[in-house]
């Protein structure tokens, strides 16, 4: 079974300070992490995906196997960066929905 | 990009009645969409796996007869809600996965607030 925990219900940082919205995974293969967020009265979308090494909107996510983690890290936070932020798991072959963390609602504060 | 739209956004009914929700994606193709439940503040929970031309796949505890998926083309799937009751008041939430995007990405939905009095 596939499961996702993000230990933070809620997370708040002053505008600049550094950020990281945790995230582990279980599972026995080799997952696909994404990172999706949702802006206030906005639809879910896509953050980031740990198999493009990228960084979107100066969030950066390392799959770490060892600790079966993919924690989302900013440097220096932003008031737009205000949202809910979901860790998601895909598992390898025919497993082709994803596995949603319970989800982190971060606030800057100015 | 790649668009999903649903409607309706919100609803309200009244117990015992059925209730549709749609779900499409506008510029592309999907022959997989995805339906999920969000109880408040908590994660969305995936229902069932629509197939376009074949029959949904419900996730454990999710039953099939009261939750009607049909996925009758490439950018369409249905969610009919039958004989709601207020239970069954749920956000519901739709993907879909763009053919050939190789990189498993889903393109979400805004959405459907369902309340039956």
């Known amino acids: 079974a596939q499961r996702v925990t993000q230990p933070e219900k809620l997370l708040s940082v002053f505008k600049g300070a550094p950020v990281e919205l945790k995230c582990n995974y279980s599972y026995s293969g080799s997952p696909e992490l994404f990172w999706y967020v949702q802006y206030s009265r906005q639809r879910l979308q896509l953050l980031l995906r740990?198999?493009s090494r990228e960084s979107i909107k100066g969030f950066t996510a390392d799959l770490n196997k060892g600790e079966t983690s993919f924690h989302l890290k900013k440097p220096f936070a932003q008031e737009e960066d205000s949202a809910m932020y979901y860790c998601?798991?895909?598992?390898?072959?025919?497993?082709?929905?994803?596995?949603f963390g319970s989800g982190t609602q971060l606030t800057v504060l100015p | 990009g790649a668009v999903v739209s649903q409607h309706p956004s919100w609803v309200i009914c009244k117990s015992g009645t059925s209730v549709k929700i749609e779900c499409r994606s506008l510029?592309?193709?999907?022959?997989?969409m995805f339906w999920y439940r969000q109880f408040p503040k908590q994660s969305l929970m995936l229902m069932a796996t629509?197939?376009?031309?074949?029959?949904?796949?419900?996730e454990q505890g999710v039953e099939k007869d009261k939750f009607l998926i049909n996925h009758a083309s490439l950018t369409l799937s249905t969610l009919t809600v039958t004989s709601a009751h207020p239970e069954d008041s749920s956000f519901y939430i739709c993907?879909?996965?763009?053919?050939?995007?190789?990189?498993?990405?889903?393109?979400f939905g805004a959405g459907s607030r369902l309340t039956v009095l």
């Open positions: 998601a798991l895909k598992g390898s072959g025919s497993a082709r929905q994803l596995t």
């Open positions: 510029d592309f193709q999907a022959t997989t």
């Open positions: 629509s197939n376009e031309g074949s029959k949904a796949t419900y």
């Open positions: 993907s879909a996965m763009k053919q050939g995007s190789g990189a498993n990405v889903l393109t």
């Open positions: 740990h198999i």
